[in-house]
């Protein structure tokens, strides 16, 4: 009678789900038996589905570049345009203070150098890779009433447009790797990779590692060898590897690379981010990046960049 009970409970507890949450419970069920567990996982006898469902949900990469609104740091900044011969044709090094007094935030610049044709007369700047770093790391004047809270935080690029929505779909894929990004003509669903229907062409694999003396779960994403050309036009993120510590779940470090060519525009990217513990603060402390996009209308540019955060203080 016991386990009747219990059975009709668990029906009418997943009745009471809406079609969504029941649709994201089947497809996580069906995720999670596409993973490959290494031996050491296998025998610690891990719920995947659970993994997978809280690896979906994920806020604490977010959190973290959150947590650098209401904290002062220092940077190191390096921005760098290069030719198509690999030449550097433009280029910032600078070091930048952010203070934070009162509830506000403001940042003072150390030491800057510039080369090329950085920025643009009216003082703005020359290039996109330059532009969306300063959104991530700059202030601008003094900053008030922010805070480092995630919940209901929801990216909305259909609002708005040209540079700001363009700043908003990079926060979704920055941020969400792996989540649907509405507003990008040919790419938005191919990125939702985390959907079973195009989770088939990837591997998934969760293994047992170590990040700076943490224990941390190395969970691997790479598309599947051997795909076809039309298959191969489905994949974006070529790659993910994310290192999630086993206590507490949160993000220590992730890297991942990305490729699509729509004809209208292509891109090639790589990022890598490393974090560390401010107190109870996880915040990132190194940010690379490399990527070569064209746009039709504007020209190819080759960006990299290092932002590297040190000192923080409350």
């Known amino acids: 009678m016991r386990c009747i009970s219990v059975f009709l409970l668990s029906i009418c507890l997943f009745c009471t789900l809406t079609p969504e949450a029941q649709q994201d419970s089947i497809d996580t069920e069906r995720l999670a038996k596409m993973v490959s567990l290494s031996e050491v996982i296998i025998r610690s006898d891990m719920n995947v589905a659970r993994f997978i469902d809280q690896v979906k949900k994920d806020t604490t990469f977010y959190k973290a570049f959150k947590?650098?609104?209401?904290?002062?740091?220092?940077?190191?900044?390096?921005?760098?345009?290069?030719?198509?011969?690999?030449?550097?044709?433009?280029?910032?090094?600078?070091?930048?203070?952010?203070?934070r007094s009162s509830g506000c935030r403001s940042m003072e610049i150390v030491s800057e150098q510039t080369t090329g044709d950085f920025f643009e007369t009216g003082g703005g700047y020359n290039y996109y890779t330059a532009d969306l770093y300063a959104s991530l790391f700059f202030t601008t004047g003094t900053v008030c009433g922010e805070n480092n809270v995630v919940r209901g935080t929801d990216f909305k690029p259909k609002s708005k447009s040209g540079l700001a929505k363009h700043k908003e779909q990079l926060k979704m894929l920055f941020f969400n790797p792996g989540k649907k990004i509405p507003g990008i003509p040919f790419i938005g669903d191919k990125i939702n990779i985390f959907d079973p229907d195009k989770a088939v062409l990837y591997d998934f694999l969760v293994d047992f590692g170590d990040y700076e003396g943490q224990s941390c779960y190395v969970f691997t994403i790479r598309s599947k060898e051997g795909l076809s050309n039309s298959e191969r036009n489905d994949v974006v993120i070529d790659s993910m590897v994310t290192y999630f510590n086993t206590k507490t779940m949160e993000v220590m470090a992730r890297r991942y690379d990305m490729s699509f060519d729509a004809g209208v525009y292509d891109f090639n990217v790589h990022m890598e981010v490393e974090m560390t513990k401010f107190g109870n603060y996880l915040v990132p402390r190194l940010l690379r990046y490399i990527g070569n996009w064209d746009v039709v209308m504007k020209k190819r540019e080759r960006g990299m960049f290092t932002a590297t955060l040190f000192d923080f203080t409350n």
Not at 75 to 82: E, T, V
């Open 67 to 99: 947590n650098l609104r209401v904290l002062g740091f220092t940077s190191w900044n390096d921005i760098r345009i290069k030719d198509k011969k690999g030449a550097i044709k433009a280029a910032l090094l600078s070091k930048t203070r952010q203070l």
